[in-house]
């Protein structure tokens, strides 16, 4: 299931909540702070990784949302990550719940901005919430709702990626050379956090911490998804991996 | 119930210098740390090293004399073998009880003596792995260390330079061939004495990598598997006596097998049914 991260003050708790419910009908999760950390986490480090994990970053834009410092860094933490990978599926949508338009926020000056979020009905916001995540024009904003009552997670569900081969260990030695360049700790633990949705514990020493990474990967069929997420072309390094195109040596199902 | 014996604790990684020791070290460590191990690399130079101090202190020189170059020269080889007696006391009998996966690397041209001081017990623990290459490769590889570490003193620094091992240790022509072997049918001969004995140590396995190619990474792949597949299993947990011994059976009929089958004795034999 595809994530998204919800962005919001705790002023506007309950819109949020009307937000992940629209998600949630449409197929996607969300990760709402106050309902997915536990008392007592340590939040910065966990949010920052939630945050850039997700596929998708949700903005409940509102004055309250605007007068947060904490709400901006988000959303820039959000763009320079998309920056780093070519992840077709990681927009930002803005929901402006109240007029909030008039402050300056260049981060926020690119994306379309629903407008009058506030007014829409759950079948409406569900609908305009689709087409964000489809890239579809939403049409005639009268017509939102009626589109969005016929949507299902069935039909609107993003199927996952088929799995990826098992690699071998002269495949593994491979991809953990082109990603050896990557040596922060920070960076490989986030990298983990984007594949597995969770936090991976994992060495210091950069070295180490590629091998553990990449062979857990490999066994969960994941190696298409680490490539993506760390600008690597799975075609050029292993081929295709349903096509027979033969790359650098295919993924080989032994093991 | 079959008795159990516990996991391994300690490797011997052994093989002419140039074979690809500290390449399987580099690769062992790796796996053993990625799956949550925690490993200590060791070599026998400091024990020789500490000999040949204790003999200098005590104004004795028959067994070592001293040298500009390398420090020392050994005059007398079985202070090879005391080196490994050191490495048992001061390693191997330490270690009882840690977790502590314990990689020792040596090089000698004969091992036939190299574990006699070593009790079962403790090779009941231990894992052999056999670095395999011709003389004559491993004097090319060496002959391009020195070439690297050349450069590297020179400051000419290359990416070539780099991608050989930072441990590099040159071992000359000459020693190549005084200390492991004058020629190619010595060095055959010595190849399979060095199997055998190897193979037949009470150890509780043994491996023999080949790398004779010029392929550093295909050469990885397979320590990386032989490390992952067969490896890894003997640290992980106690194996019975009745699987122990199936498994070393199963070794020992390969290595005779590889060494039966091995070219230079077939054209031994054949010279020797045409004399």
């Known amino acids: ?6 962005s919001y003050s705790h002023h506007d708790g309950d819109r949020a909540a009307r937000v992940r419910d629209a998600l949630g009908a449409i197929g996607w999760s969300a990760f709402l702070d106050s309902e997915t950390l536990p008392p007592g986490t340590a939040w910065r480090k966990t949010l920052r990784t939630e945050l850039i994990s997700s596929d998708l970053l949700i903005i409940v834009l509102t004055k309250a949302w605007v007068d947060s410092d904490f709400s901006i860094a988000e959303l820039d933490n959000y763009v320079k990550e998309s920056r780093r990978t070519s992840k ?81 260990a002269a495949q593994r030695l491979r991809l953990e050379s082109k990603l050896s360049h990557i040596q922060s700790p920070q960076r490989i633990r986030e990298i983990a956090w984007k594949m597995f949705g969770r936090e991976v514990e ?33 075609v050029r390094l292993f081929g295709s991996s349903g096509s027979g195109e033969k790359g650098e040596g295919r993924p080989t199902d032994k093991q | ?85 050191l490495v048992y006391d001061n390693i191997l009998k330490n270690a009882k009880g840690s977790r502590t996966i314990k990689i020792i690397e040596f090089s000698r041209p004969r091992y036939d003596t190299s574990f006699l001081y070593y009790t079962l017990e403790a090779l009941g623990q231990s894992l052999i792995v056999h670095a395999s290459a011709s003389i004559q490769v491993c004097i090319e590889r060496n002959e391009r260390r020195k070439t690297m570490l050349e450069n590297r003193l020179k400051g000419q620094y290359s990416a ?8 590099v240790h040159y071992v000359p022509p000459s020693v190549m061939s005084n200390f492991y072997a004058k020629d190619e049918e010595e060095d055959a001969r010595r190849s399979r004495d060095q199997k055998l004995v190897l193979s037949l140590m009470p150890a509780r396995s043994y491996f023999c990598l080949d790398n004779s190619e010029d392929d550093r990474e295909a050469f990885r792949a397979t320590v990386r598997q032989v490390a992952e597949e067969e490896l890894l299993p003997l640290f992980e947990r106690d194996e019975s006596y009745e699987d122990y011994y199936y498994r070393r059976r199963d070794q020992l009929r390969a290595t005779m097998e590889s060494i039966a089958h091995s070219p230079n004795l077939m054209q031994e034999a054949e010279s020797l049914a045409l004399a």
Not at chain 2, 27 to 45: I, M, P
Request: proline fraction near 8%; aromatic fraction near 10%; include cysteine.
């Open chain 2, 1 to 85: 119930m079959s008795r159990m014996i516990g996991p391994a604790r300690f490797v011997f990684v052994v093989g002419t210098p140039g074979a690809g020791k500290s390449l399987i070290c580099q690769e062992l460590e790796k796996v053993l740390e990625g799956n949550d191990f925690k490993c200590a690399r060791h070599g026998d130079y400091p024990f020789l090293q500490f000999l040949y101090k204790t003999d200098m202190d005590s104004e004795c020189y028959d067994r070592f004399k001293s040298d500009p170059k390398s420090e020392f020269i050994v005059l007398d080889p079985s202070v090879y073998d005391k080196a490994l007696e």
């Open chain 1, 202 to 234: 994992l060495p210091e020493d950069s070295k180490i911490a590629w091998y553990k990474l990449v062979k857990m990967v490999s066994e969960a069929g994941l190696t298409e998804r680490l490539c993506q997420a760390t600008d690597l072309d799975y």
């Open chain 1, 88 to 168: 077709e599926s990681r927009s930002v949508i803005p929901l402006e719940f109240e007029r909030a338009t008039d402050y300056l926020i260049p981060q926020l000056d690119k994306h379309q901005i629903v407008q009058k979020a506030a007014e829409l009905s759950d079948h409406a916001l569900r609908w305009v919430l689709f087409c964000g995540i489809n890239n579809k024009p939403p049409g005639p904003r009268e017509h939102w709702a009626a589109n969005g009552s016929g949507l299902t997670p069935t039909v609107v569900a993003i199927p996952e990626p088929p799995k990826s081969p098992r690699l071998s």
């Open chain 1, 1 to 6: 299931m595809k994530k998204a991260f919800i």
């Open chain 2, 160 to 167: 070539e330079v780099f991608k050989e091992d930072p441990d």
